[in-house]
């Protein structure tokens, strides 16, 4: 019986980048100042929420805001949780 021929197959070399690399700047650690308002955000939410509970009735401005006071200590508290996204 005749023997076949074998066929070579080219090496495959992946096509060259088109993007230039680019180098990214190294980022040094997030400033006191960022930090301090990344954990006043969230204390501040936080207390607003226990104030609500234990004298929301006796504040005036707060009893105007009904629900609203949900609303807005929640939104301190997730302001401040998106800011440890950019804490180095």
């Known amino acids: 019986m005749p023997?076949?021929?074998?066929?070579?197959?080219?090496?495959?070399?992946?096509?060259?980048?088109?993007?230039?690399?680019?180098?990214?700047?190294?980022?040094?650690?997030?400033?006191?100042?960022y930090i301090a308002v990344m954990l006043g955000m969230m204390l501040i939410g936080l207390i607003w929420l226990v104030v609500n509970y234990i004298a929301g009735d006796?504040?005036?401005?707060?009893?105007?805001l009904g629900p609203w006071n949900f609303a807005i200590g929640f939104a301190f508290m997730i302001i401040g949780l998106l800011m440890t996204m950019r804490w180095r």
């Open 3 to 33: 023997k076949s021929k074998v066929r070579k197959k080219t090496v495959y070399t992946p096509p060259p980048d088109r993007r230039t690399p680019v180098k990214a700047k190294a980022a040094g650690p997030s400033h006191p100042v």
């Open 58 to 64: 006796k504040i005036s401005f707060m009893s105007t």
